[in-house]
């Protein structure tokens, strides 16, 4: 309420964090969804290779401009992202307040945070159907880097690159999730999920669209957020 009225925004947005009372396998998956190294700080960090959109997990809004907008659109995945852009489009304002975060619950294995990252790669393609430029290096990264892992995996030096990587990201998420050891051998593998997961969805929508000529899908429809 002290940022908004400083500074009036249509809609406004913060990060999120985990909670001490989280799994260490929550906490992990927490820090590969907003670490510089993996999302490029565009859910809220302060560090940013992108602009802030306000996203669902922690977002306000007008009641006026969002009855203007009719609220989500019916996407199954990035429906939030696509209100934030018709939002922008719109000429609405929005707002990043850094210290309003919320402690935000997330899978609670790797396999169905896969799912979750894997249909948000392929959303991504659908979100640029509907705003066409919106696509930006930072969505792009995780596909290049799913191929170049590929191409590491035959190279020695490839493979030296990728351990130089986790050791990256242990180090990183050690000192950011409260210098816990099983947090950070925990954060290796999820940064890897998140990068390949959101990558190989990125890939297989766009050879979809773009190759096939298929229409909108998402990979799995099943309930798995319990």
């Not at 989280?22 to 490029?40: C, E, L, V």
């Amino acid at each position: 309420e002290k940022e908004l009225r400083r500074e009036p925004a249509d809609a406004f947005g913060g990060p999120d964090c985990a909670h001490d009372s989280f799994t260490d396998t929550q906490k992990a998956i927490s820090y590969s969804m907003t670490s510089f190294f993996t999302t490029g700080g565009i859910r809220g960090g302060k560090k940013k290779l992108d602009k802030f959109y306000p996203r669902s997990f922690n977002m306000g809004i007008r009641r006026d401009v969002n009855e203007r907008l009719g609220g989500f659109s019916k996407m199954r995945f990035g429906e939030d992202i696509d209100f934030s852009l018709r939002l922008i489009e719109g000429g609405h304002s929005t707002a990043l307040i850094q210290e309003a975060f919320v402690y935000h619950k997330r899978r609670v294995d790797f396999r169905k945070f896969f799912k979750q990252v894997h249909n948000s790669g392929i959303a991504r393609i659908h979100l640029e159907t509907r705003h066409p430029g919106s696509t930006r290096l930072v969505h792009l990264l995780p596909a290049l880097f799913t191929i170049a892992s590929v191409i590491a995996l035959f190279l020695c030096v490839g493979r030296l690159g990728l351990l130089a990587l986790a050791v990256i990201f242990f180090i990183d998420a050690y000192h950011r999730a409260g210098r816990s050891v099983e947090v950070a051998l925990l954060a290796v593998p999820a940064c890897f999920i998140q990068l390949w997961g959101y990558g190989s969805g990125f890939l297989r929508a766009w050879w979809g669209k773009y190759i096939l000529r298929s229409k909108e899908f998402i990979a799995f429809k099943d309930n798995f957020y319990e």
